[in-house]
């Protein structure tokens, strides 16, 4: 007959005396450039509409300070948040971690890990970034998506897990 005994909350292995890889350092540099993109676009479209619309002085400068609070925000957050991401590797699993004021850890066993994926957009691939993405078996609540990885370091992390996962590596 199937058992499953209750496992004691003590006896699950902690995680603050683990050595946590930090993202790339280029990381928080390829956000903001990326964000500045974004708000370029938008500050251009406001701008437009603007002119268009000819829309009166004071909702205009309401909007262009709510767009300044955006940007700075936004431009300073990344050095804030992303040294407080990282990521370790276990016996039987691979651990995230982020997060500022609501922090969270992410546990994703490797016998439920179906597939793994590395990608990289344009702008990665300037900064030298990839993107690690596990698939897990039950759904996509337990995929897990590491981003700012450094290149050299997303594939062979990749081919790791798939070995540990037991997968069959194709060598293309």
């Known amino acids: 007959m199937f058992q499953n005994p209750e ?49 009166p002085l004071l909702p205009v ?20 948040a992303v040294p407080r991401r990282g990521y370790a590797l276990r016996d039987k699993d691979i651990l995230f971690r982020k997060g500022v004021i609501w922090r969270s850890v992410t546990a994703v066993p490797f016998n439920r890990i179906q597939h793994v994926e590395t990608s990289s957009t344009p702008l990665d691939r300037k900064y030298g970034l990839a993107t690690l993405q596990l698939f897990t078996a039950g759904g996509s609540s ?30 293309t």
Do not use: C, Q
Not at 28 to 47: D, E, K, N, Q
């Open 7 to 55: 496992v004691a909350l003590d006896d699950l292995p902690g995680t603050d005396e683990l050595k946590w890889e930090k993202m790339h350092p280029l990381y928080p540099r390829a956000i903001r450039v990326m964000t500045s993109i974004v708000l370029v676009i938008v500050a251009v479209a406001m701008s437009a509409f603007v002119i268009v619309l000819n829309i």
């Open 61 to 80: 400068v309401a909007l262009y300070v709510l767009l300044s609070i955006v940007a700075v925000y936004s431009l300073v957050w990344p050095g804030i």
């Open 142 to 171: 337990g995929d897990l998506k590491i981003d700012g990885l450094g290149k050299d370091i997303a594939e062979p992390l990749r081919l790791f897990i798939l070995d540990k996962a037991g997968a069959v590596i194709e060598h």
